[in-house]
Each structure stands twice: as C-alpha cells, then as structure tokens.
C-alpha cells in the first residue's frame, strides 16, 4: 500500500521568501508522484507531476519539485513567495499508470506581506 | 480549458435521506473518479469508473453508495440512507487516459443533519 507524509500541516512565508513543502512517500514500486493546489472555495488544479525521466519538475506558477529516490521525498519549492500563493497544497501518489491517487494530509501556506 | 463541473456546491441533507451528487467530467475523458475529504483529514479515494464499470473501489465505497454514468455526460455518486459520517467535502475527477493526470471538480459540501 501507498502512503504520502507531508511534514506541517501549516507553513507561514513573507512575500518574497523561499517556499518549501515537503513531501515523503511510501511505495513498493517507483510511484508517479503530483502536487495539487486548492485555493478558497475550489477544488483541486495540478501544479506538476513526476512520472519517469528528469528528476527535477517544473511546474505553473513558478513552482518546482524534485524526485529523490534515496530519500523517497518529492519536495515542491518556490524561490520567492508571492500573495496570491496563499492557498493548501496537497502531494499524491499513485502507481505507475495507475488507477487511483492516495493524498496526504495537506499543507495549507500563509503569505505574509 | 475545459473543466470538471460538479453540482450542487453544497448539499443538505436529513439523516436518512438518499442523496445524488452530480459531476459532469471533461468531454472527452474516459475514466472518473469520486474522492471525498472530511473536515480536517486526508482526501481519500472513493470509487473509480471505466467503460461503463466500476474499475476499483475503496473498503469506504461499500453497498450504500453507487455511481452511474447514465448519458454519457454526467457522472453520479449516489449515497443512500446517509449518515453523519457521510458529510465531508466530495470530489469528481476524469482524465483522458491512465498515463494523463487527473483533473478535479470545485466539489460538492455534502452536511447530513
């Protein structure tokens, strides 16, 4: 069985400063691994996905996040934090080309000016 | 870009009562998938929907739920007798293929009193 451990369920940034979620997974097998968003009141937009190849993954909103086997951690950063990043940002995982996805808890970030 | 539509945003609901959550996948989509999230845990993988089957399901999609594909357009998740327990926020996803992403609705509030 999978599982997905996102270490703090709320993360407090100033405008401009470094965004660092973190992510560890548990898979018998080498997982697809994705970073959702939710914003207030909306359901789930994809930020970026890993499946096979390039380690590092580049994402919208200036978001990226880099597999490590070794470590099984799939971490999502943003050099520079900005208002409208306010929001709760979720990692899942899945089986290679697999069916369903399992979530971890969230972590909801503030943005502080 | 094309979106999951779910219907209603919020439903409420006597305890008891049967309910029909309603989600209208992106057109050219061919699995789908409903997940829920109680207030304050993980979102959880419910049921997932191909060729006109169910494809898999979770041990919380047990006899009081069902889910039909009756037009070809909409996607339904049906919750009889419900419960307490059964208020949480609900989630429809589609993708095109098993090697696409999925894409999420805004979600239904489903409130049991």
């Known amino acids: 069985a999978q599982s997905v451990t996102q270490l703090g369920s709320h993360v407090s940034v100033s405008e401009g400063a470094l965004v660092l979620l973190r992510c560890n997974y548990s898979?018998?097998?080498?997982?697809?691994l994705f970073w959702y968003v939710q914003y207030p009141n909306q359901g789930l937009q994809l930020l970026l996905k890993?499946?096979?190849?390039?380690?590092l993954v580049k994402g919208i909103n200036g978001f990226e996040a880099e597999f490590k086997k070794s470590e099984t951690s799939f971490h999502l950063t943003k050099p520079s934090a900005h208002m409208s990043d306010a929001a709760e940002y979720f990692c899942?995982?899945?089986?290679?080309?697999?069916?369903?996805?399992?979530f971890g808890g969230g972590t909801r970030v503030l943005v502080k000016p | 870009e094309p979106e999951v539509t779910q219907t209603p945003s919020h439903q409420v609901t006597q305890m008891g009562q049967e309910v029909i959550l309603r989600c209208v996948p992106i057109?050219?989509?061919?699995?789908f998938y409903w997940y829920r999230q109680i207030l304050g845990q993980k979102v959880e993988f419910l049921v997932s929907?191909?060729?006109?089957?169910?494809?898999?399901k979770s041990e919380i999609f047990d006899d009081q739920f069902s889910v039909e594909r009756p037009d070809g357009s909409n996607f339904t998740l049906k919750i009889r007798s419900t419960k307490l327990e059964d208020s949480a926020m609900y989630f429809c996803?589609?993708?095109?293929?098993?090697?696409?992403?999925?894409?999420f609705g805004d979600g239904t509030r489903l409130s049991i009193l």
């Open positions: 899942a995982v899945s089986e290679p080309a697999g069916n369903k996805l399992t």
């Open positions: 929907f191909y060729n006109n089957e169910i494809s898999e």
């Open positions: 057109s050219n989509h061919l699995y």
């Open positions: 996803a589609s993708r095109i293929n098993i090697n696409q992403p999925q894409h």
């Open positions: 898979s018998s097998v080498p997982p697809y």
């Open positions: 890993y499946t096979t190849g390039a380690t």
